[in-house]
Structure formats: C-alpha cells, structure tokens
C-alpha cells in the first residue's frame, strides 16, 4: 500500500509543529515554508491532504492571500482535502475564500492536536 502524502505549509507558524501526529496517523510528510515552495512540489507530488496557514494581506489587490494562489493549483487535485489554519479575526477574509474554493476544513488559532487528530480521522474515514 502506498502512504499517502502530507503536506504541510508553515508561513508564519506560532504554533506546534504537528509533524509527529501528522506521522502517527500514516502520512509521509513534507514541509515547506512558502506558498511558492508549497505550488512548486505540488507539480511534483500529490497530497492527500494540505494544511496550510489563512494569512490575510490586505496589500494584495486581487486576492486575499498567498492561500488563493496555492487553492487555485489545488483544483488540478480534485480529491486532494485541505485544512487551513487561521486567526479568529480573519474569519469575515476567510469567508471570501471559502465562497470560492472547497476547502475541506478550517481551525482557529489556538489549534488544539486533538482538533487536528479529529480532522485527520474524519478525512480517512471519509477515503475508507
């Protein structure tokens, strides 16, 4: 059987690194530090799951934040679930990507491994 892939993006962080948990429910994982970065593997990888961070920018003109850029590549991954992380305040930002792209779930800032667990074991019982 092949492991499925994990791949997670950590602009900003401040939080923990969830790696090990990420490991513990059977992905391989792969970690960059950029949106850019994380566009540039996904030519060369395919993700069961992404986690990504919502980091509004309000100097963007037409988008919200470098998480449009990547949601636009993941529309080549159909069946790809994304996971995004953000900050309590940037939910009425956040609404305005969710309107647009499917994203599989959202966790505010705290994130607590259990929610993270949660999520993980949700999406696998989902691909059972």
């Known amino acids: 059987m092949v492991t499925p892939q994990l791949l997670s993006i950590v602009e900003i962080g401040g939080y923990p690194d969830f790696s090990s948990l990420y490991k513990q429910k059977g992905y391989a994982v792969e970690k960059v530090d950029s949106m850019r970065k994380a566009t540039k593997l996904l030519k060369k ?5 992404v986690v990504a961070e919502f980091n509004f ?3 963007f003109r037409d988008r919200t934040s470098s998480l449009e850029t990547l949601m636009a590549t993941m529309q080549q991954l159909p069946e790809c679930k994304v996971i995004v992380f953000y900050e309590k305040e940037q939910r009425p930002q956040l609404e305005r990507l969710l309107a647009v792209y499917d994203i599989y779930s959202t966790l505010a ?4 491994e259990s ?12 691909l059972a």
Do not use: G, T, W
């Open 115 to 126: 929610a993270i667990s949660d999520v993980l074991d949700k999406s696998q019982e989902q």
């Open 57 to 59: 920018q309000s100097d």
């Open 45 to 49: 990888i395919k993700p069961a799951i």
């Open 109 to 112: 800032f705290p994130i607590e």
